[in-house]
């Protein structure tokens, strides 16, 4: 025990689930893990509650665009695991670097039994997710109603869009803070919404919610789950340094995070260590 808790920031770094209840698995204070101690601590509920979370909701990095590396070579749009517990995006820690609009958040919600929820669930029922952190902001959850229904408030607000949309089957809705500003799109299983930027108040407005162009739901088995979700592209919120032109880029590390091999030619000594 005494060995795992000088390499506890190692763990907490690489097993924060781990790192968080280490001190509740050993429950006889011996400094000795048991098999029994640790089969009492993976089958009670906290875990249990905390795994399910953990399958339903995930966070990942995501490149908004592609783009080239040293050599040319065009890389393909690709996500990244994120972790839950640090849901800020990189350069809003590390300080403003070459990639900070290329950057952003999708948060992807697993929806389990999705065919019985279609057919069980009267029009106008909505499942809530759990809550969520993404780009800075917490508190945050998301509302997917699996047979979708109009009020007659939302009927008279889909008639003021200037453009008009199908009847989606189902429909999805992001509940944020107010004061939060977002550049984001929504996606239910294959379909994506367009970008959008919304401000959230108090109020519940249409750009905060999505519907998917097709009528009629797909055909799911009995086992099956849908994927839906958020990808945030940016948060207009935080102001975002543009790249500097000039000499100042290389006077300034922390605004220029650059390979040596990607530094042209400057009459200046620059040191990167």
């Known amino acids: ?86 849901p800020i995006l990189k350069c809003e820690v590390a300080g403003t670097c070459s990639d900070i609009h290329h950057q952003g958040h ?28 993404v780009a800075g902001i917490s508190g945050m959850h998301m509302k997917f109603w699996p047979v979708r229904k109009d009020t007659i408030a939302r009927h008279h607000a889909k008639k003021r869009l200037a453009v008009r949309f199908p009847d989606g089957w189902s429909e999805i809705a992001l509940f944020a803070p107010p004061g939060t500003h977002f550049w984001f799109r929504f996606f239910i299983g294959q379909h994506w919404s367009p970008h959008r930027e919304c401000y959230w108040s108090d109020a519940c407005i249409e750009s905060q919610r999505w519907e998917p162009p097709r009528a009629k739901p797909p055909e799911f088995l009995e086992s099956d789950s849908l994927l839906i979700g958020v990808e945030i592209n940016q948060n207009l919120r935080r102001k975002r340094t543009k790249r500097p032109d000039g000499s100042k880029a290389y006077r300034d590390r922390s605004l220029y995070c650059a390979l040596p091999e990607m530094l042209p030619p400057h009459p200046m000594n620059v040191s990167l260590s």
């Open 106 to 133: 999708r948060v992807e919600w697993r929806v389990d039994n999705i065919k019985r929820l279609i057919e069980t669930m009267p029009p106008g029922k909505f499942v809530t997710s759990p809550v969520f952190a």
């Open 1 to 86: 025990m005494r060995e795992f808790i000088q390499a506890m920031p190692w763990v907490n770094r690489n097993y924060p689930f781990i790192a968080r209840h280490m001190r509740t698995i050993d429950e006889d204070q011996t400094g000795t893990l048991d098999w029994d101690e640790w089969v009492q601590f993976c089958k009670s509920d906290r875990v249990q509650n905390e795994l399910r979370r953990a399958n339903i909701m995930t966070t990942h990095d995501i490149c908004v665009e592609s783009k080239k590396d040293t050599r040319s070579r065009t890389h393909p749009t690709h996500k990244l695991f994120k972790n839950m517990s640090d």
